[in-house]
């Protein structure tokens, strides 16, 4: 079992450029989260999809911040343009939507703004 | 809604030696809970789960967790801690159908 894959694992960017993380979740789930994680806010639910619908994307940060779902295997995070300030950890990860559902998180993409 | 408290910030123990990392819930009925745990610059990993299933839920790794409604605590427990258990641990509640939410954890350093 491959398990979540996220690509790429590292990504150094300047302010200003699009950045592009992308996430392939476990076959067979149905349901997709993305996280940020920063030493001072800690990890963050950006949003979630189910059956590759956005249901909460009450945590993304602001319009600069924007996610897809195109197919049951496939997700990206894009960020346009970055700033210093989105330097975090962000993880990709799935489940089999039910209540109580766990989760499996991918490697996570470290993102560096400078 | 519900939360959860990790009553210790940082654990500190000996290898060899017992693991108890504390985990208080606030609800008003039983919750969905789980042990994640993370290690240094890696993603998380599921320990365990509790689902009101079984009181006593065992998980990876040796460890295991006891859901005490009386005392409304679900505490992560390891009879004999190694090295490789230096992480950091999050106590993590559902909510609504699907959101897991996580705290600040407990990091957990495992001396020689």
């Known amino acids: 079992d491959a398990g979540v894959i996220q690509s790429p694992r590292h990504e150094v960017t300047e302010m200003g450029q699009e950045v592009t993380l992308r996430c392939k979740p476990i076959s067979g789930h149905n349901s997709l989260f993305w996280y940020r994680q920063t030493m001072m806010r800690g990890l963050e639910l950006l949003i979630y999809?189910?059956?590759?619908?956005?249901?909460?994307d009450s945590g993304m940060p602001e319009d600069r911040f924007s996610a897809k779902m195109p197919n049951a295997s496939f997700s990206t995070l894009k960020i346009q343009p970055s700033e210093p300030r989105d330097s975090a950890v962000y993880f990709c990860a799935s489940s089999w939507s039910r209540r109580g559902g766990e989760q499996y998180f991918g490697p996570g993409t470290r993102l560096t703004v400078t | 809604a519900q939360s959860v408290t990790q009553l210790d910030s940082h654990v500190s123990v000996s290898e060899g030696t017992p693991v108890l990392l504390r985990c208080n819930y606030s609800s008003s009925y039983s919750p969905s809970l789980f042990w994640y745990v993370q290690h240094p610059n890696k993603g998380l990993q599921l320990l365990l789960k509790?689902?009101?299933?079984?009181?006593l839920v065992k998980g990876i790794n040796g460890f295991e967790a006891e859901f005490k409604k009386s005392e409304t605590s679900f505490h992560l427990t390891k009879p004999s801690a190694h090295m490789s258990d230096a992480a950091e641990y999050f106590c993590v509640p559902i909510q609504g159908a699907q959101k897991l939410v996580f705290g600040q954890g407990t990091r957990l350093t495992i001396n020689p």
């Open positions: 999809f189910n059956n590759n619908v956005p249901i909460d």
């Open positions: 509790y689902t009101s299933a079984a009181t």
